[in-house]
C-alpha cells in the first residue's frame, strides 16, 4: 500500500534507465520494437503484403486489429511491472504507449475484463481502454464479464489457449454500434476473438481490436507472453 502510494507521488524517473523525467526518454522510446507493416487484420508483421499469420483471414469475429508494439524487450518489462506487480507508473507509461490515432467511427470502448481473484491494484486492460476512449470520444462500458476461473494462458499452446477462453466470458448486457475492444497483448488472438464474438451476439454491429502489445514467433516458433 506504502509502495504504491510512493509510486504514485515520487517524481517519476524513466523506468528504463531511470534518467530523471516523467515517463521513457527518447533513448528508451527508442529501443521499442515496432512492428513494421502491420497486418491491417492480425497485426502480425507481413512478409511481402501476405500475412503469414492470417493468410489475410484476420481473427473470428475482429474486423481488424491495431498493435503497435512487439512484446520484447523494454515494453515486456514495462507490462510485466504493470500486470504482476501492479505498479501505476507502469500502468501510466504503458497506456500513453497504445496507439490510439486515427481511431474514427468507434461508438463504444471495451476493455476484456480483468481476471477474478487477480492481485489489487490499477488494471492495466482497463487503462489502456479508459486512454482509448478520452482519445476517440466516445465511452468506455465494461460490457464483458468473466464467467468462471481460467488458466492463465501463457502456460499453454495455441489450441490448448482456444479451449481455455471459450465458455470464459459473458456479456453483461446488450451491445450496439461499432465496438473498440482493448486487451494488453495480443498472442494467439483466441482472447479477441472470442470477446469480439460475444459482443457481436450482444448486437454490436463491427468490432476491432487495439492491443498495446504482440507476441511474435521467434525463429523457433516459440511464442512468449500471457496471451
Ligand atoms: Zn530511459
Ligand atoms: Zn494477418
Known amino acids: 500500500m506504502l509502495g504504491a502510494l510512493v509510486d504514485l507521488l515520487l517524481p517519476a524517473r524513466c ?4 534518467a530523471p ?31 503469414p499469420g ?9 474486423a481488424g486489429v491495431r ?17 504482476a506487480i501492479g505498479r501505476p507508473w507502469a500502468v501510466r507509461v504503458c497506456a500513453g504507449l497504445l496507439p490510439v490515432h486515427d481511431l474514427d467511427d468507434i461508438d463504444v470502448v471495451v476493455p476484456v475484463p480483468a481476471s477474478p481473484g487477480r492481485r489489487p491494484g490499477p488494471h492495466l486492460g482497463t487503462a489502456l481502454a479508459r486512454r ?25 499452446g495455441a489450441a490448448q489457449r482456444r479451449d481455455n477462453v471459450r465458455g470464459l466470458f459473458r456479456a453483461t448486457g446488450a ?44 525463429a523457433s516458433g516459440r511464442r512468449d507472453g500471457p496471451r
Open 175 to 218: 451491445v450496439t454500434g461499432r465496438v473498440l475492444l482493448v486487451d494488453d497483448l495480443l498472442t494467439s488472438g483466441a482472447t479477441l476473438a472470442e470477446c469480439a464474438g460475444i459482443l457481436r451476439r450482444a448486437g454490436a454491429d463491427e468490432v476491432r481490436g487495439l492491443v498495446l502489445a504482440r507476441t511474435l514467433a521467434d
Open 15 to 18: 523506468p528504463g534507465c531511470e
Open 132 to 156: 482509448a476512449a478520452r482519445a476517440v470520444g466516445s465511452p468506455m462500458r465494461r460490457a464483458l464479464a468473466h464467467t468462471r476461473h481460467a488458466e492463465p494462458q501463457h502456460r499453454l
Open 67 to 83: 498493435c503497435a508494439w512487439a512484446y520484447a524487450g523494454l515494453l515486456a518489462h514495462l507490462v510485466g511491472e504493470a500486470k
Open 21 to 51: 523525467g516523467p515517463g521513457l526518454c527518447a533513448d528508451c522510446r527508442d529501443q521499442l520494437v515496432a512492428i513494421d507493416d502491420p497486418c491491417p487484420r492480425c497485426a502480425g508483421p507481413l512478409a511481402g503484403g501476405l500475412c
Open 54 to 62: 492470417c493468410h489475410g483471414a484476420g481473427l473470428p469475429h475482429v
